[in-house]
């Protein structure tokens, strides 16, 4: 057994080429999938779902975006960054210990827009809730009373307003 040589090149126009006759088959018909259709919507709902999906028990999924804020701003979150805990961490665990209370003031009325953003320095965070239809209008008639912010804008304002009304309720944290 010698050493194997590839074949020979051969022009294509020069290839010999058998067609081979086509099989053929009786026409298939695949079952039709009905899909369920779809209910028109009202333009409340449709604002609602724009936000997320709506669950069974008429909550909807609210996302929280917040970004670190600078160092001096907000003296609590400093204190939990000293201490060791990831800036993660401790921004979720501010919205956590927040967010109750924000939520029962937001649908009371008793919470004013912050007038000034936090300044930020890092990578920002994204959490979800589950709020009620109320809230959700409670929160644009505050932060978007035109509705022109995005959702991720809507939830970046309403987080950092929990993170400002923590600051605000926390005596101990502006002593240290």
């Known amino acids: 057994m010698g050493i194997k040589q590839p074949p020979t ?13 086509p099989v053929r088959r009786a026409p298939q018909q695949a079952p039709k999938k009905e899909w369920p259709q ?3 919507e009202g333009t409340e709902l449709g604002k609602q779902r724009r936000l997320s999906l709506q669950s069974a028990d ?22 939990m960054i000293a201490s060791g805990i990831e800036p993660k961490t401790a921004l979720l665990g501010l919205l956590k210990r927040g967010f109750p209370a924000f939520e029962k003031k937001l649908t009371a009325g008793s919470i004013k827009a912050p007038t000034n953003d936090l300044d930020i320095s890092g990578a920002p965070v994204d959490t979800t809730r589950n709020v009620s239809p109320q809230f959700i209008e409670a929160a644009k008639a505050l932060f978007d009373p035109f509705e ?21 309720n926390e005596p101990d944290a502006k002593q240290h």
């Open 9 to 21: 090149y051969v022009h294509p126009n020069k290839r010999k080429t058998v067609t081979p006759e």
């Open 38 to 40: 779809k209910k028109k």
């Open 58 to 79: 008429k909550t909807i999924r609210l996302r929280l975006v917040i970004y670190p804020p600078t160092n001096g701003q907000l003296p609590l979150y400093d204190q």
């Open 148 to 168: 022109i912010l995005s959702d991720r804008a809507l939830g970046r304002k309403i987080a950092e307003t929990i993170l400002v009304q923590i600051e605000e």
